[in-house]
């Protein structure tokens, strides 16, 4: 394996494991794709380093499990705002007088 690719991986398992971070915020912030983060920590990682294999994998596993309650609070917030604004926009029409 490249030395590079080996570097990689090794800095996108660190970073999952310090920041508990999921798969697209990896991606993100190493701007490559999700597929070359999940290559990585599922595949080339495991052989390069066992121990931060299993770390790595207890964090993304703990992610994936928790995944719904994120979703959920992230549609509860958006419609949230979009009441808060609706709410504003009727206030408005009516001070208008």
Known sequence: ???????????????????????RGA?????VSKS????????RLGRINRDMYRKCSNVLEKNKAERHIRGGLATREK???E????TE?????HTEF
């Open 36 to 43: 070359t983060v999940h290559k990585d920590v599922h595949e």
């Open 89 to 93: 926009k009727g206030m408005a029409k």
């Open 27 to 31: 991606a993100s912030v190493f701007n």
């Open 1 to 23: 394996m490249k030395d590079y690719i080996e570097d990689r991986v090794l800095e996108i398992a660190q970073y999952i494991i310090d920041n508990n971070a999921t798969v």
């Open 83 to 86: 009441h808060i604004v609706h």
């Open 79 to 81: 419609y949230r705002l």
